[in-house]
C-alpha cells in the first residue's frame, strides 16, 4: 500500500532522514520506534508531502506521491492524527470531526462515519456540544483519532497518540486502537515511544535512530532483538540474550 524508497531528506543544510527504506501493506498496523529526534515525526510529514525528500521516491496504491501536494495526497487517501492532537480547543467536538470530513459534502456519508467513530468512541456523542479544549487529556486524543477517521482513509499516520497521557489513559487509547484494527478497515502507520505499547497492537515495526532505520521486523522479532530488549523495553543487561 505504501511504499518509501531510499528516501532522504534535509532540514536545510543539515541531513536528516537518510535511505529510508519502510512498505506498510494493507491491513496491517505498522510502528515506527525511535529515541526523541530520530525522525520519526519527520517520516510521517515527508509521506504526507510537508516535508519533501531531496533523494528517493514514496509510492502509495503504486501511485507517486512524493511530489504530490498535501492536499492530493490526504485526498488520495490517508490521513494524520498529529503529535499534541492538532485540534481547535475554541471549536465544539463536533465541529472538530467535521473538519476531518472536509472534502465530503454528503451529509448522509458524514452522518454515517460520525455513528462509526461514536460506536468506536462512545463518550465523544455525549461530548458534541462542548469546546474541545475543555475535554480531558484522553478524550482529546480520542477526538484526533476520530477527526482522522472522518474522511474515511485507506492509511491513517498516527504520532504518538499516548503522548503526555496518564498510563490508564495510555491502556484506553491503545485499546481503541486494537478496535480500529479489528475493524479492517484502516491500515495504520504508529509513531510510538511506548515500544511496549505499540508492539501490543502492531503485526511488524522499524526502529529509527538519527534518521536511520536501524532494524526492522515482526513484532515477536522486535521484542527478542537486543535494541529493543534494552534500549526500548529495558529489560536489564543480564537477562539480554537468553
Ligand atoms: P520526538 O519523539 O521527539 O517527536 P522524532 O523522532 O519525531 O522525535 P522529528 O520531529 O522527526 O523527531 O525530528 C528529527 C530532528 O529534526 C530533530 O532533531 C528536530 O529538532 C529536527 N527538526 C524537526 N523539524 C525541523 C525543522 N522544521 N527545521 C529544522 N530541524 C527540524
Do not use: W
Amino acid at each position: 500500500m505504501l511504499t518509501l524508497t531510499n528516501v532522504s531528506t534535509n532540514y536545510g543544510k543539515i541531513p536528516m532522514l537518510r535511505n529510508v527504506n519502510m512498505r506498510v501493506d494493507p491491513g496491517e498496523v505498522v510502528c515506527i520506534l525511535g529515541a526523541n529526534g530520530a525522525g520519526k515525526t519527520t517520516t510521517l510529514k515527508t509521506i504526507l508531502g510537508l516535508v519533501r525528500p531531496v533523494s528517493g521516491t514514496i509510492c502509495f496504491k503504486e501511485q507517486r506521491i512524493d511530489n504530490m501536494p498535501t492536499h492530493r495526497i490526504v485526498a488520495s487517501g490517508i490521513s494524520m492524527v498529529p503529535q499534541g492532537e492538532g485540534l481547535f480547543p475554541k471549536m465544539t467536538v463536533e465541529s472538530n470531526l467535521r473538519l476531518g470530513a472536509y472534502f465530503e459534502r454528503d451529509e448522509s456519508k458524514i452522518r454515517s462515519r460520525l455513528e462509526r467513530v461514536f460506536g468506536l468512541f462512545p463518550r465523544l456523542r455525549e461530548r458534541l456540544s462542548q469546546k474541545a479544549g475543555t475535554l480531558s487529556g484522553g478524550e482529546r486524543t480520542m477526538l484526533s483519532i476520530a477527526r482522522g477517521l472522518l474522511s474515511e482513509p485507506e492509511l491513517i499516520l498516527m504520532d504518538e497518540p499516548s503522548l503526555g497521557l496518564a498510563p490508564v489513559l495510555v491502556d484506553e487509547v491503545f485499546k481503541s486502537i486494537a478496535q480500529i484494527k479489528a475493524e479492517k478497515k484502516v491500515t495504520i502507520l504508529l509513531v510510538e515511544q511506548n515500544a511496549k505499547k505499540a508492539l501490543s497492537v502492531a503485526d511488524r515495526g522499524y526502529i529509527m535512530q538519527k534518521g536511520q532505520i536501524v532494524l526492522e521486523g515482526t513484532t515477536d522479532e522486535l521484542l527478542n532483538s537486543n535494541i529493543v530488549r534494552q534500549s526500548y523495553l529495558h529489560v536489564e543487561r543480564a537477562k539480554v540474550g537468553r
